[in-house]
Nanobody, 116 residues
């Protein structure tokens, strides 16, 4: 059984940083695409960053230059490093994992709140 756990959310002020972690058990990140999404208050869920199984990564325009991914397949973990946060980054952040040949898995989400 695959389980995903997101952690690292919290409340920060504008300009501060947070690190979110997505950790999995029951599957292997080495053959998985890992994507971070977020859903702000009253908004639809949107893609934030994606790291594919080859090691390449891509970011939404609204986080480019501020967010990065750090991946450690040996411990099935992908971190989303968020810098220079603004109130617009407030929302629930979700990790989605697409292992090769397996179903898609979602985590339960972790809340990020950025105050001005």
């Amino acid at each position: 059984q695959v389980q995903l756990v997101e952690s690292g959310g919290g409340e920060v002020k504008t300009g501060e940083s947070l690190k979110l972690s997505c950790t999995a058990s029951g599957t292997f990140f080495g053959v998985a695409d890992v994507t971070w999404y977020r859903q702000g208050p009253g908004k639809q869920r949107e893609l934030v960053a994606r790291g594919d199984k080859s090691g390449a990564s891509d970011f939404a325009d609204f986080v480019k230059g501020r967010f990065t991914l750090a991946r450690d397949n040996s411990i099935n973990k992908v971190d989303l490093l968020m810098n220079n946060l603004t109130p617009e980054d407030t929302g629930t952040y979700y990790c989605r994992v697409d292992p090769l040949g397996e179903p898609t898995y979602w985590g339960q989400g972790t809340q990020v709140t950025v105050s001005s």
